[in-house]
């Protein structure tokens, strides 16, 4: 059997036929951002459906910004925190897969995160994947206000919420040919 180039693995050939092989590389790229709304309780007295949007950040070249609704995207979900990650202006993802975590702050150092995602990996922090485009990831009920408000000391110290992707990091994967 001939050995090839890229995979180390061993081609099979079928008599008659010519052998041919694929392959194709996945890697990560990432950044950085955190965003702090000061002045929680008049941010949750203005009401569902009030938005708070982080300034823009980019993470492997994707625009990306956080949008926190603090008394709920709607009436609904008047109970809880709402969080979404989306690309700016509605523009879809230069990436094949967004891997992402969201986290409302522990901020006494105790690292008692409130996250949310659905696929944990095998090692690491837990992340989501979810195809670019628009809103990349959405929680209308991320947290019960009630739980911020009963463990205030730990989330809104001075008044202040703290929300970042896990690890500061918000991850494309990217195809390479």
């Known amino acids: 059997m001939k050995q090839t180039k890229q995979s180390g693995i061993k081609a099979w050939r079928y008599p008659g036929l010519a052998a041919?092989?694929?392959?194709?590389?996945?890697t990560t790229v990432g950044g950085c951002h955190q965003y702090t709304i000061s002045g929680y309780a008049l941010a949750r007295a203005l009401g569902p459906g009030t938005c708070l949007r982080s300034e823009p950040f980019t993470a492997?070249?994707?625009?990306?910004?956080?949008?926190?609704?603090?008394a709920g995207l709607a009436a609904d979900?008047?109970?809880?925190?709402?969080?979404?990650?989306?690309?700016?202006?509605?523009a879809g993802s230069s990436a094949d897969h967004i891997l992402y975590e969201l986290a409302v702050v522990d901020q006494t150092g105790r690292?008692?995160?409130?996250?949310?995602?659905?696929?944990?990996?095998?090692?690491?922090?837990?992340?989501?994947?979810?195809?670019?485009?628009?809103?990349?990831?959405?929680?209308?009920?991320?947290?019960?206000?009630?739980?911020?408000?009963?463990?205030?000391?730990?989330?809104?110290?001075?008044?202040?919420?703290?929300?970042?992707?896990?690890?500061?990091?918000?991850?494309?994967?990217?195809?390479?040919?």
């Open 111 to 177: 690292g008692r995160h409130l996250l949310r995602s659905s696929r944990p990996l095998r090692e690491g922090p837990s992340l989501q994947l979810a195809q670019g485009g628009g809103v990349v990831a959405g929680y209308p009920c991320f947290v019960r206000s009630a739980t911020l408000l009963k463990h205030a000391k730990r989330y809104l110290a001075n008044d202040s919420l703290v929300i970042r992707p896990w690890q500061c990091s918000a991850f494309l994967v990217r195809v390479l040919t």
């Open 60 to 70: 492997g070249a994707q625009a990306f910004q956080l949008e926190v609704f603090p």
């Open 77 to 90: 979900c008047c109970q809880h925190l709402s969080l979404f990650l989306t690309t700016p202006g509605g």
């Open 20 to 26: 041919t092989s694929s392959y194709r590389q996945l």
